[in-house]
């Protein structure tokens, strides 16, 4: 439990961007590239527009319960479709490249606003349809990944989420998260890293600390 409130602290205290470094460096070699808090292009159609809303509308009222890949090829469809609205999308926290498959991950804290969920929800479906506009031969996937679970050992608690996110799609948690950006084993390394860290620098790091309190 020491591990995850240090965790808890870095993040408190510097952001989820802390993460977004160690990222990069992970997912190297699993990935063609990796770019951090890149500005997706910011022309969509209209089209695009009202397929999106009609899914919030969906989402929100309970009509309809959240399908990701059905959402995708919903966007797909109209994503080049008639006129044309310039937006400015939420930056993506790291863009990941394989082949044709294109990753955007939204990095969140642990613990997320309930109520924030649908402004996610929107702006990956917004990602989407966004980078599909210049982009239409890319597989494209948008997701939210929270970085480490601060109920450990026991699970992370979704059901908040299930409402507005597709948990298999759309959502990767601790060992999901960095297991899939460096492979099987990956999360243990991480805690591993942060925990020597931890023990090594404590006193410098109880000293920046204090500056924020």
Same mark, same amino acid.
């Given at each position: 439990?020491?591990?995850?409130?240090?965790?808890?602290?870095?993040?408190?205290?510097?952001?989820?961007?802390?993460?977004?470094?160690?990222?990069?460096?992970?997912?190297?070699?699993?990935?063609?590239?990796?770019?951090?808090?890149?500005?997706?292009?910011?022309?969509?159609?209209?089209?695009?527009?009202?397929?999106?809303?009609?899914?919030?509308?969906?989402l929100e009222s309970g009509n309809? $319960?959240? +399908?990701?890949?059905?959402? !995708?090829?919903?966007?797909? *469809?109209?994503?080049?479709? %008639?006129?044309?609205?310039?937006? /400015?999308?939420?930056?993506?926290?790291?863009?990941?490249? $394989?082949? +044709?498959?294109?990753?955007? !991950?939204?990095?969140?804290? *642990?613990?997320?606003?309930? %109520?924030?969920?649908?402004?996610? /929800?929107?702006?990956?479906?917004?990602?989407?349809?966004?980078?599909?506009?210049?982009?239409?031969?890319?597989?494209?996937?948008?997701?939210?990944?929270?970085?480490?679970?601060?109920?450990?050992? /026991?699970?992370?608690?979704?059901?908040?989420?299930?409402?507005?996110?597709?948990?298999?799609?759309?959502?990767?948690?601790?060992?999901?998260?960095?297991?899939?950006?460096?492979?099987?084993?990956?999360?243990?390394?991480?805690?591993?890293?942060?925990?020597?860290?931890?023990?090594?620098?404590?006193?410098?790091?109880?000293?920046?600390?204090?500056k924020f309190n």
């Open positions: 439990m020491a591990l995850y409130s240090f965790i808890q602290s870095l993040n408190t205290n510097f952001g989820t961007s802390i993460f977004e470094p160690v990222a990069e460096e992970l997912g190297l070699k699993r990935f063609d590239s990796i770019k951090r808090q890149v500005a997706v292009a910011n022309t969509i159609t209209k089209e695009a527009q009202r397929v999106i809303q009609d899914i919030m509308d969906s309809s $319960k959240p +399908n990701k890949n059905e959402e !995708i090829a919903r966007i797909l *469809a109209v994503s080049r479709s %008639g006129e044309t609205s310039i937006v /400015k999308p939420t930056k993506v926290d790291l863009v990941l490249h $394989k082949g +044709n498959n294109v990753y955007l !991950i939204d990095i969140k804290t *642990a613990k997320p606003n309930k %109520g924030g969920f649908k402004e996610f /929800k929107r702006t990956l479906l917004t990602w989407i349809a966004c980078f599909a506009y210049h982009s239409p031969n890319s597989n494209i996937q948008s997701l939210i990944a929270i970085p480490y679970n601060p109920y450990e050992p /026991k699970p992370y608690e979704r059901w908040t989420m299930a409402g507005m996110l597709d948990l298999d799609f759309e959502l990767k948690v601790a060992e999901d998260f960095w297991d899939f950006l460096g492979g099987k084993g990956s999360y243990k390394l991480i805690l591993s890293a942060f925990e020597e860290v931890g023990c090594e620098m404590r006193t410098e790091i109880d000293e920046y600390f204090k």
